[in-house]
């Protein structure tokens, strides 16, 4: 199955890739559009770092 995330900079991004690491763990497909700064392996799918992303 395949599952969008957004990972902005900010203090749950931790929790975020956790959650996404089970999901990639049962199988599914991660398409995860991030800020620079945030770190992750997606090996299962497409990891889109986005350079000028709009801070709220």
Excluded: W
């Excluded at 995330?5 to 049962?26: C, D, G």
């Excluded at 559009?33 to 497409?46: E, L, N, Q």
Aim: charged share 25%.
């Amino acid at each position: 199955m395949p599952v969008i995330a957004l990972a902005p900079e900010s203090e749950i991004a931790e929790k975020l890739i956790s959650n996404l690491e089970e999901v990639k763990a049962r199988g599914g497909t991660l398409y995860v559009f991030a800020d620079p700064s945030v770190k992750m392996d997606v090996k299962a799918g497409k990891l889109v770092i986005c350079q000028n992303a709009i801070s709220y």
